[in-house]
């Protein structure tokens, strides 16, 4: 082995190290006060509230239920085409204003569909 796969090698291992380091130290713990994990799956959202009375009463049933500890999105955010570039409002009018923190007091772990990978991507 030379000196530079060497040190290409050691640097890998320290930027793995300090990569679970950092998902370790944020990673959320959930206290549990029952025997059960309550999930929120909800997905292709897709409009905002003001654009769909079903998912304003979805929202509104699912708020008066009984209280999340994590919420799953499988995605489908923006409809038709997903989210142009840089277009944050779109994405708080379809997500944010829908399920704000101050109600759904629990993290939301999201992935892309279909439609999302339509658009840009990063936003």
Known sequence: MTVSNIRLVKSGVACFFQLLVLIVHTERKIKLNEDRL???MIGNIGLSE???YIKKGLVDT???S???HLGVNPGNNV????STAKDFQKMWEVFGMSFPTNLFNFDFLTVLG???YDGDMYT
């Open 38 to 40: 309550n999930v929120l």
């Open 114 to 116: 279909p439609r999302d």
């Open 62 to 64: 699912e708020r008066a």
């Open 79 to 82: 409809y038709p085409h997903g």
């Open 50 to 52: 003001s654009e769909s």
């Open 66 to 68: 009984q209280p999340f």
